[in-house]
């Protein structure tokens, strides 16, 4: 009988451990796929808005460009009967450092949008790994809880059986007496 009770506790306690142990592999195997899932829309979103960032920049880039060349030929339509060589230069000059103060302003709003757009990307990201550490802390809690109190049980459970066991061995001893006396 206690061989039979050790040996369902033995058993019982080889059972708990392996069902803990197939919980945390599938808790690794599940964190792994998720985060391959996130590591590949992160990277496609990234595709993305390197895209829009090209096709916003070519767009403007063009406009300036069909801008400075309708001038350019109006100018040069407008100037033609004109052979005043000093005057075209003046104005060559004036449009380029006109151009090139555009284009550090523009340079600079550009890399402004990108330092909120990177600090916004960053926060976010910061708050989804963040809830991930929680969730992950949450669930080895759990997990810890739930081995302490299969393990508070088993203890018990055997407490139990030696208690039983003890008045067991009184029970028997008392009958054997009962019956020496009686005969």
Same mark, same amino acid.
Request: hydrophobic share 45%.
């Given at each position: 009988?206690?061989?039979?009770? /050790?040996?369902?506790?033995?058993?019982?306690? /080889?059972?708990?451990?392996?069902? %803990?142990?197939?919980?945390?592999?599938?808790?690794?195997?599940?964190?792994?796929?998720?985060?391959?899932?996130? $590591?590949?829309?992160?990277?496609?979103?990234?595709?993305?808005?390197?895209?829009?960032?090209?096709?916003?920049?070519?767009?403007?880039?063009?406009?300036? @460009?069909? @801008?400075?060349?309708?001038?350019?030929?109006? /100018?040069? =339509?407008?100037?033609?009967?004109?052979?005043?060589?000093?005057?075209?230069?003046?104005?060559?000059? /004036?449009?380029?450092?006109?151009? =090139?103060?555009? &284009?550090?302003?523009? $340079?600079?709003?550009?890399?402004?949008?990108?330092?909120?757009?990177?600090? &916004?990307?960053?926060?976010?990201?910061?708050?989804?790994?963040?809830?991930?550490?929680?969730?992950?802390?949450?669930?080895? $809690?759990?997990?810890?809880?739930? =081995?302490?109190?299969?393990?508070? $049980?088993?203890?018990?459970?055997?407490?139990?059986?030696?208690?039983?066991?003890? &008045?067991?061995?009184?029970?028997?001893?008392?009958?054997? %007496?009962?019956?020496?006396?009686?005969?």
């Amino acid at each position: 009988v206690i061989q039979k009770n /050790w040996r369902s506790c033995v058993t019982e306690m /080889w059972y708990i451990d392996t069902i %803990l142990l197939t919980l945390s592999i599938q808790a690794a195997f599940r964190r792994h796929r998720e985060e391959k899932k996130y $590591r590949k829309v992160r990277n496609a979103s990234l595709v993305v808005q390197r895209s829009v960032r090209m096709h916003l920049a070519r767009r403007k880039f063009m406009t300036v @460009a069909n @801008a400075v060349m309708l001038i350019q030929s109006s /100018w040069r =339509k407008h100037n033609s009967c004109r052979k005043n060589k000093a005057s075209v230069i003046i104005q060559a000059q /004036w449009r380029a450092y006109h151009q =090139k103060f555009r &284009f550090l302003v523009m $340079r600079e709003d550009v890399m402004h949008i990108q330092a909120r757009i990177r600090c &916004f990307l960053s926060e976010r990201n910061y708050r989804k790994v963040l809830y991930a550490s929680v969730v992950i802390q949450r669930n080895l $809690r759990s997990c810890f809880a739930q =081995k302490q109190l299969s393990r508070a $049980r088993a203890a018990a459970t055997m407490i139990q059986a030696q208690v039983r066991q003890y &008045f067991a061995c009184i029970d028997y001893q008392i009958v054997i %007496l009962r019956s020496i006396q009686l005969q």
